[in-house]
């Protein structure tokens, strides 16, 4: 994912992304984390070490990030719903969006974790620790306002134990282990291949791309949907139906 999508993440839901980014560079620039300021803005002051941890520190790179970010978030970003579904893309680094598509696949999922304020559900049958890398700062920040965050347990892949544990650990040192579920599925169960977040019973990315770098970073070309509506609440029966609920 490039930097400016990162900063597209922490910003797409503040009000006037082009203002807040310049507030951001403040606060990045910055060896504390000012949570008064940053929400003042919109943006989720968790994010913000992550976000130092992954950008340049020198000045004149980071204006330049954070600007492009906030343009990034003009060009893309839909936070007044206009449709009831739109497409969702993962695609080689350097090559443009098609005209219609607004989203790519990593900063679909970061936005749709930052912006929940009740229920996160993760399924997918392949998770690598770069992948959730991707992913872990928004989760965390969830379990921290107190968001439940159900993680599908996948049913045999290695890699996965890996990735599972650097978001628990992550989540046991910044946010609250309460507030995070392993799931697991009944051992007759049928082989789980979908790929899905449902965030709070009424948004839902439904797609081809695994948690992993490769899907969420472009090297596979991916292709999913984010679903808006109460509607959404089927596919919440769907995840429901093989749950094991003795674990």
């Known amino acids: 994912m490039k930097e400016a999508e990162l900063v597209g993440g922490a910003l797409f839901y503040t009000e006037d992304p082009v203002a807040a980014a310049k507030i951001l560079v403040e606060l990045l620039a910055s060896n504390e984390v000012d949570i008064d300021l940053a929400r003042s803005i919109g943006v989720d002051p968790d994010l913000v070490p992550s976000l130092r941890r992954s950008l340049p520190s020198e000045r004149m790179p980071l204006e330049l990030i954070c600007a492009e970010g906030a343009g990034w978030v003009m060009g893309r970003r839909s936070s007044t719903v206009d449709r009831l579904w739109e497409a969702v893309a993962s695609l080689p680094q350097g090559v443009q969006l ?32 770069s992948g ?15 968001v439940n965050v159900e993680l599908f347990n ?28 392993l799931v ?15 965030v709070d019973g009424t948004m839902a990315y439904i797609g081809s791309a695994n948690i992993t770098a490769a899907g969420l970073a472009g090297r596979n070309l991916e292709l999913g949907v984010l679903v808006h509506g109460n509607e959404v609440q089927v596919i919440e029966s769907v995840l429901d139906l093989f749950i094991d609920k003795n674990c």
């Open 98 to 129: 098609p005209p219609g598509l607004r989203r790519t696949t990593g900063e679909t999922m970061i936005g749709m974790a930052s912006n929940a304020t009740n229920r996160i559900r993760l399924i997918a049958p392949y998770l690598d620790t």
């Open 132 to 146: 959730m890398g991707f992913l872990v700062d928004a989760i965390v920040s969830a379990t921290d306002r107190d």
């Open 154 to 181: 996948p049913q045999s892949w290695a890699p996965a134990e890996g990735a599972i544990a650097s978001l628990t650990d992550a989540i046991a040192e910044r946010g609250n282990p309460e507030m995070f579920h």
């Open 184 to 198: 697991h599925v009944v051992n007759d169960a049928p082989f789980a291949h979908l790929k899905v977040m449902v």
